[in-house]
């Protein structure tokens, strides 16, 4: 079965450090991994899109890491403001429309940033 | 240019009552794909429509439906309403099917049920 798995649910950061946030995933074969960000009570925004080729997607103070082999990805934020308080989630794209046809969206974990 | 637009923001209903959420995609988009997101439950898929067709269903009981029209706008509707029913929903839209590049959410309608 096609399963993301996100750790910790949550986590909580004195602001200017850093943290790792970690996507396990089985969704095989798969074509992108994708990271969001969602604030409270909005919509998701995208972060970075990787290709199953793909190591490394930088955007700003976001880097994501992917190793297809494990099949783990990593959301690491570097000197976190305040402003990063969010939800970050975690979406692979299967490659055929057979796995379902549908994105597979992690639970997501809950980053709160204390002053 | 404008992003996906969602409304309304917010809607309080009475156990029993139906809905009707609207979404506008990003011009040029014709799939739109919709979500529930619940506490705890992350984005739980409802459907994706495309070219006025439901591509894809989720496991949603059928008092959940929905409809796109003509110029890409979809709408979906929930009958009979429950308490559990209250959730963000979310849609998303994109030029082609939901699984490409593209891919962008609306701030979503707060659905709360009483």
């Known amino acids: 079965k096609n399963q993301v798995e996100q750790s910790p649910q949550s986590l909580i950061i004195l602001e200017g450090k850093n943290c790792t946030l970690q996507c396990n995933y089985t969704v095989s074969p798969f074509s992108n991994l994708r990271w969001y960000k969602q604030d409270t009570g909005r919509g998701p925004v995208s972060l970075t899109i990787m290709t199953f080729s793909e190591n490394t997607k930088s955007n700003g103070r976001y880097t994501a890491t992917l190793d297809a082999d494990t099949k783990q990805s990593s959301l690491h934020i570097t000197a976190s403001q305040l402003s990063d308080s969010a939800s970050y989630i975690c979406?692979?794209?299967?490659?055929?429309?057979?796995?379902?046809?549908?994105?597979?969206f992690g639970q997501g974990t809950e980053l709160s940033v204390k002053p | 240019k404008a992003g996906v637009t969602q409304t309304p923001r917010y809607l309080i209903k009475t156990r029993g009552q139906q809905v009707t959420l609207s979404c506008s995609p990003i011009?040029?988009?014709?799939?739109v794909s919709w979500y529930q997101q619940t506490p705890g439950q992350g984005l739980q898929f409802l459907f994706e429509?495309?070219?006025?067709?439901?591509?894809n269903k989720g496991n949603f009981p059928g008092r959940f439906s929905g409809r796109q029209f003509s110029n890409s706008r979809s709408e979906m509707n929930v009958s009979t309403l429950e308490l559990g029913d209250s959730a963000l929903y979310l849609c998303?839209?994109?030029?082609?099917?939901?699984?490409?590049?593209?891919?962008?959410f609306g701030s979503g309608t707060r659905l709360t049920v009483v």
């Open positions: 979406v692979v794209r299967p490659t055929f429309d057979n796995q379902g046809g549908k994105l597979i």
């Open positions: 011009s040029g988009h014709r799939s």
């Open positions: 429509y495309f070219s006025e067709t439901q591509r």
């Open positions: 998303a839209s994109s030029w082609g099917r939901q699984l490409d590049y593209g891919y962008t």
